[in-house]
């Protein structure tokens, strides 16, 4: 069973922190590598790609990526308010066009 | 350029009915994917289409899921004799490119009583 584990929090940061989320996934020959930001109520947001080890940076969002440990991580910095959602980690596990697996999630706070 | 639309937005059935839940993909995207989300829940696959090959049906919860996809663009996902279980938000993604980012409509809010 190709797995992606997420620790539910909730996360709270203050405003301004840096929040860091994190993911683990199963199956080691899995390709690339998403991160989805989804409000309560609404259908999952595409912020994050990643498909090579190390960092990618885009704005506020980093994201990391470590194959070897089958690690994936974002850090948001300078956190608002607005970021409170649960961040949803993606695994697609043989490549091209293919299904994803999903983490559950972890949930995201962060108080001004 | 519009994104993933999907209809009806909130659909409330009864058990037993059959029901058909609409996709129509970003222009060009040529993949769709279906999952859906029960209350609380991860997201769970359950079929794609990719061009003119066969789908991936292996997410199918039962034989009464099924759906299609005509002229390589609009899908209808159908529930037949829908069971209270089937209660979930059917969320409906597309892609384009091979590195597979898939775009998500805003979903259909399934209710089954």
């Known amino acids: 069973q190709k797995e992606v584990e997420q620790n539910s929090g909730p996360l709270s940061v203050p405003e301004g922190a840096i929040a860091s989320l994190n993911c683990t996934y199963s199956?080691?020959?899995?390709?690339?590598f998403f991160w989805y930001r989804q409000y309560s109520g609404k259908s999952p947001e595409l912020i994050m790609s990643?498909?090579?080890?190390g960092d990618k940076e885009d704005g506020r969002f980093t994201a990391q990526l470590n194959k070897a440990s089958q690690y994936v991580s974002l850090l948001i910095r300078d956190s608002q308010p607005s970021d409170s959602a649960t961040y949803l980690c993606a695994v697609n596990p043989e490549g091209g066009y293919n299904k994803l697996i999903f983490g559950a999630g972890t949930r995201l706070a962060v108080h001004p | 350029g519009a994104g993933v639309s999907q209809s009806p937005s909130n659909k409330v059935t009864e058990k037993g009915k059959d029901v058909e839940l609409r996709c129509d993909p970003i222009s060009g995207h040529t993949a769709l994917y279906w999952y859906r989300q029960s209350l609380g829940q991860g997201l769970e696959f359950l079929i794609y289409?990719?061009?003119?090959?066969?789908?991936?049906k292996s997410g199918l919860p039962s034989d009464r899921f099924s759906a299609e996809r005509t002229g390589g663009s609009v899908s209808t996902l159908t529930i037949q004799r829908t069971q209270q279980e089937d209660s979930a938000v059917y969320l409906c993604a597309s892609s384009l490119a091979r590195n597979n980012e898939q775009f998500f409509g805003p979903g259909t809010r399934l209710t089954v009583l």
């Open positions: 289409f990719q061009g003119n090959s066969a789908p991936d």
């Open positions: 199956d080691r020959v899995s390709q690339s």
């Open positions: 990643i498909y090579s080890n």
